[in-house]
């Protein structure tokens, strides 16, 4: 079993008012692209109420930092009470909605997400002395660079909410 530290825990990013679903997926796809992890969605859920669209997302970002450690960035994206809404830029029309919406964001370190180092216990004993004492200024690298990355993600995602006002 892979020992999970939260860099980031619960980070929320909340936005009322018009927003583009389809360019913040593009934020993402270009964020993991530019950062180098593999996207996976493990969520994705639409309704339509009386108060307007519901959308549900969890997105993970995964991306190998070593054969020991794996860099995670959670998202999970709630939009409520949506409205499609048609606006002119330029020549062209656009589709948008508006409403709700709001991300909470993890930045997760995993070691030994392998299981290699629990099969026996002599075996998790080394790998405790070495997180301990050897891996000490990898490990702080890498807290940082998670911490880094998913900082620079919350970053992006509030510049383009506050793009979309103007």
């Known amino acids: 079993m892979a020992e999970r530290d939260f860099i ?3 980070a929320r990013v909340e936005f009322t008012g018009p927003f583009d679903l389809k360019g913040l997926s593009g934020l993402f796809r270009e964020f993991g692209g530019d950062k ?7 969520r994705h859920t639409e309704k339509k109420t009386p108060d307007g669209q519901f959308h ?3 997105i993970s970002f995964n991306k190998k930092l ?3 450690a794996r860099s995670e960035v959670d998202v999970r994206i709630q939009v409520k009470d949506a409205k499609e809404k048609v606006i002119k830029v330029g020549k ?6 508006n409403g709700h919406i709001s991300f909470i964001v993890d930045g997760i370190l995993a070691t030994d997400y392998e299981a290699r180092w629990e ?7 080394i ?7 050897v891996f000490v200024p ?3 690298g890498w807290k940082s660079q998670v911490e880094e990355e998913t900082t620079h993600l919350i970053e992006n995602v509030k510049s383009f909410l506050n793009m979309q006002r103007f």
Request: charged share 30%; net charge positive; glycine share 2%.
């Open 8 to 10: 980031v825990d619960g």
């Open 36 to 42: 180098h992890y593999l996207i996976i969605e493990k």
């Open 66 to 68: 070593t054969d020991y």
């Open 92 to 97: 062209n029309k656009k589709k948008i909605l």
């Open 138 to 140: 990898y490990m702080s």
């Open 127 to 133: 790998k405790t002395l070495f997180d301990k004492y």
């Open 56 to 58: 549900d997302y969890i």
């Open 119 to 125: 099969s026996k216990p002599a075996f998790f004993f």
